[in-house]
Nanobody
Framework: VQLQASGGGLVQAGGSLRLSCAASGGIVSRNAMGWYRQAPGKQRELVAVITSGGNTNYADSVKGRFTISRDNAKNTVYLQMNSLKPEDTGVYYC???????FSKGTQVTVSS
């Protein structure tokens, strides 16, 4: 089973990006899936999670700006990030919650 995150990049403050996490083995439909990020010099933090039933939860710092979603047919989880701020800069990872599996990271850089 593998997770592959993509979609990072450089964007100006106020802009948007959509991250994708493609999974093998059909784990997206069976697992709670999450997105984490790690800013330079900081610990990795949970940004958003979506349960197998579709319930979502967000870190306070991204509520109202980020949306996590899933496409079970495509075995893919998304993170739509709007109104990006410089403090959103970091390496973003997707995670299969139960297994603890993490993807390699994708860099998001928000310039002021």
């Amino acid at each position: 089973v593998q997770l592959q995150a993509s979609g990072g990049g450089l964007v100006q403050a106020g802009g948007s990006l959509r991250l994708s996490c493609a999974a093998s083995g059909g784990i997206v439909s069976r697992n709670a899936m999450g997105w984490y990020r790690q800013a330079p010099g900081k610990q990795r933090e949970l940004v958003a999670v979506i349960t197998s039933g579709g319930n979502t939860n967000y870190a306070d710092s991204v509520k109202g700006r980020f949306t996590i979603s899933r496409d079970n047919a495509k075995n893919t989880v998304y993170l739509q990030m709007n109104s990006l701020k410089p403090e959103d800069t970091g390496v973003y990872y997707c995670n299969a919650v139960v297994s603890g599996l993490f993807s390699k990271g994708t860099q998001v850089t928000v310039s002021s």
